[in-house]
């Protein structure tokens, strides 16, 4: 059974500061990484997405992904309280490549 | 506004009705699908189409069918279904199937139908 794991949280972190969460995922022929954001009541969406080792920017966020741990992360920079959601992470996985979502952690920026 | 447009929005039904959720996407996608969301478990993925040709079916249970009339269409028809099936359905779609192209795994969700069966 491919897995894909999330601590649920809440994370709870002080307006202004880094926000980091973390996935991890079992199967290692894995090729594709995506992060979604799910304000409460509605939809996810995407907003990163990251295919090679290492850090992928894109204004406040970063993903990094380490494929010898199996280990990818999402960091946000001067964490505002609009960021306060649920994050999943997604992994590419099955035979017809479909997408594989942990639980989510629930993000909480305090003002 | 993802261009996945989901009604209704909100459903509520006793066991021994039958409704549809409706799903269209304005994308110009190939591959739309079916999640089932649940308190503290993630999201589930229900029914894929690729081109109007389901392609993979999770052991869904039969009181779940779908429908794929064309490639901007999906329905989902509900009959006689249980308290445990309510939920949020959502339906995405993507620019085509996964198969490592990584393009094409990128979902586009709709709104969501919250659905409480009584």
């Known amino acids: 059974q491919k897995e894909v794991e999330q601590n649920s949280g809440p994370l709870s972190v002080p307006e202004g500061a880094i926000a980091s969460l973390n996935c991890t995922y079992s199967?290692?022929?894995?090729?594709?990484f995506f992060w979604y954001r799910q304000y409460s009541g509605k939809s996810p969406e995407l907003i990163m997405f990251?295919?090679?080792?290492g850090d992928k920017e894109d204004g406040r966020f970063t993903a990094q992904l380490n494929k010898a741990s199996q280990y990818v992360s999402l960091l946000i920079r001067d964490s505002q309280p609009s960021d306060s959601a649920t994050y999943l992470c997604?992994?590419?996985?099955?035979?017809?490549?479909?997408?594989?979502f942990g639980k989510g952690t629930k993000l909480s920026v305090k003002p | 506004e993802t261009g996945v447009t989901q009604t209704p929005r909100h459903l509520v039904m006793g066991m021994t009705n039958k409704k549809s959720l409706k799903c269209e996407q304005h994308l110009g996608h190939n591959a739309m699908y079916w999640y089932k969301q649940s308190a503290k478990k993630p999201l589930e993925l229900m029914f894929v189409?690729?081109?109007?040709?389901?392609?993979e079916n999770n052991s869904v249970p039969s009181r779940f069918s779908p429908e794929c009339p064309n490639s901007s269409h999906l329905f989902l028809h509900l009959h006689t279904l249980q308290p445990e099936d309510s939920a949020l359905y959502l339906c995405a779609s993507s620019l085509r199937m996964g198969q490592g192209a990584h393009l094409n795994e990128k979902l586009f969700f709709g709104s969501g139908t919250q659905l409480s069966v009584l």
């Open positions: 199967d290692r022929g894995s090729q594709s």
């Open positions: 990251i295919y090679s080792n």
């Open positions: 997604a992994v590419n996985g099955g035979s017809q490549g479909n997408l594989i």
């Open positions: 189409y690729s081109l109007e040709e389901r392609v």
